[in-house]
DNA sequence: CGGCTGACTCTGG
DNA sequence: TCCAGAGCCAGCC
């Protein structure tokens, strides 16, 4: 399974298995970067910014949803621009934010946040 | 092969 | 509530 894969034999990139697992988050829902550390094995929450960071460069944007990974706030890590355009694209998908800017993972946490 | 960079999270004061 | 430090790794010069 992906356990195994975290070897050196391991193939995948693992930016790619990063992307993987956040193409999984269902339009509506958010997760955490912790949490997807957690999913990939050998991965820790500051790998999967990376790996979100990376990806501006990419053209891979339109294919990964990288706006439902926020930080365990609830909150956008990004500030200025990025920070409006990905709360945008979250609104459009019927996520909502507090006054402050915080998103309620009790009702549009992926992985169901109890 | 060395050095630099980057969208996190937790703990403690 | 705010701030600093530690943990930790793939890409791209």
């Known amino acids: 399974m992906f ?7 391991n193939p995948t990139p693992m930016y790619q298995r990063i992307y993987a697992i956040v193409r999984q988050i269902p339009a509506g829902k958010v997760a955490t970067y912790g949490q997807i550390a ?15 960071a990376a990806l501006r460069d990419t053209n891979e944007d339109e294919a990964v949803p ?5 930080n365990s706030q ?20 019927g996520i ?9 993972f009790n009702e549009f ?3 169901g946040m109890d």
């Open 38 to 52: 957690r999913i990939v094995p050998g991965c820790d929450a500051r790998m999967v910014g990376y790996a979100m």
């Open 3 to 9: 356990a195994d894969q975290r070897n050196k034999n």
């Open 109 to 111: 946490g992926w992985l």
């Open 74 to 93: 609830g909150k956008i890590s990004l500030t200025g621009e990025g920070y409006a355009l990905q709360r945008q694209l979250l609104e459009q998908e």
């Open 66 to 70: 990288w706006q439902r990974v926020i």
């Open 96 to 104: 909502l934010f507090s006054e402050k800017g915080v998103v309620d």
